[in-house]
């Protein structure tokens, strides 16, 4: 791995090399697809506030809070709510302006598969009762009467309806129950014996091949990286150019004059999530399809495997995460067939059953 290039804590790595450490996810959020459940109400609370108290910054949409982005089910996402999710997600990091719309696109996608999950609840008598919500609102209302506030003036300063705490509060509390059922012992021990690779400590040895629009590019030049990555990959497969060339003929990463190496990297904690999982399901000398990140768009080389040796109480807090994320894709997909998704094309979003990103205006 090339100096200031190491991906290990203890060493710098330049922009550009995707770092998951550049978009952590605080507890409670899901910018890289992780649904953690709240142990309880008081937990379920300092999210809801911190949530209310994300700032504006740069890589929010452009719009209006009020403005409707989606609809699930005639239901209403506003661009608000994306704003808020994005806002508590970045925390104040940059991105390429040019590849923000992908990650616009993420949180949107994620919302949506979340308001699918809580109409699967309804419909099947398994979410949490206006009871329940009730009680949660009164408890944050007393909460805050003690912090020497009023939930009105919180909703008010936090450009919040109380529709919209409603609705995450109904979120928290039917998750954290459809999770309960679903992470029993027997589940998690398949699916660490299903993902080993994943779980138990593996490093693969990587390469990799990153474009990067044009500073002064337009959004739109993210679609266009992705077809020129994929004929870079078709030159690879055809035996015309390395990957080694390839890497220094078209990578704007700091790799690519050592052949785009980066060295061993972890399934997690280090890179970007679509990264990662791009590089962890190839074999040994495979290389992927176009990845996108919100760094650019990557083609990665799996040069080596080293089996980890982990077992599954060392990693059950990351198997969680991942039996979380499969549900909450299934709930979403089971309830696709009985509530309608539409978009309004005032934002960024993937195509339906694609990662196709659609742009505003298309």
């Known amino acids: 791995m090339p100096p200031g290039e190491t991906l290990a804590d203890k060493q710098p790595v330049p922009p550009g090399e995707t770092l998951a450490d550049k978009q952590p996810v ?20 300092a999210a809801i506030l911190a949530l209310g108290a994300a700032a504006p910054q740069e890589g929010l949409l452009p719009l209006e809070p009020e403005v409707v982005v989606a609809t699930v089910g005639g239901e209403p996402i506003c661009a608000g709510e994306v ?29 949506i598969d979340r308001r699918l999950a809580l109409a699967y609840a309804r419909r099947t008598q398994s979410g949490a009762s206006e009871e329940e919500i009730d009680k949660a609102l009164d408890e944050l209302g007393r909460k805050l009467k003690a912090q020497g506030q009023s939930l009105a003036d919180h909703l008010g300063r936090h450009k919040l309806s109380e529709a919209e705490l409603r609705q995450e509060i109904a979120w928290r509390l039917t998750w954290q129950r459809l999770l309960a059922r679903y992470w029993t012992d027997s589940r998690l021990k398949s699916y660490f014996e299903a993902h080993r690779r994943e779980f138990d400590g593996t490093d693969v040895t990587v390469s990799h091949v990153l474009l990067r629009p044009k500073p002064d590019g337009d959004a739109r030049a993210v679609e266009d990286l992705v077809k020129r990555a994929e004929a870079i990959r078709q030159e690879i497969a055809a035996g015309r150019l390395s990957f080694e060339e390839a890497a220094k003929k078209h990578s704007a990463g700091p790799s690519g004059k050592e052949g785009g190496r980066l060295g061993a990297v972890p399934r997690r904690g280090v890179m970007d999530e679509a990264f990662s999982r791009a ?3 190839l074999e040994a000398g495979q290389v992927s399809p176009p990845v996108k990140t919100p760094f650019g768009v990557h083609l990665i080389r799996c040069d080596a495997i080293t089996p980890g040796r982990k077992l599954l109480e060392e990693v059950r807090p990351e198997l969680e995460e991942a039996l979380a994320r499969e549900l909450l894709e299934k709930l979403a997909r089971a309830q696709r067939q009985h509530t309608p998704v539409e978009f309004t094309g005032k934002a960024p979003h993937f195509k339906p059953g694609t990662k196709e990103l659609v742009l505003p205006g298309r």
């Open 26 to 45: 605080p507890p409670g959020e899901t910018l890289a697809g992780k649904q953690p459940v709240p142990p309880g109400v008081a937990s379920l609370l």
């Open 83 to 111: 704003n808020r999710r994005i806002g508590v997600s970045l925390k104040g990091r940059k991105y390429e302006r040019e590849v923000l719309p992908v990650l616009q696109a993420q949180v949107l996608a994620d919302l």
């Open 279 to 281: 590089a962890f399901a």
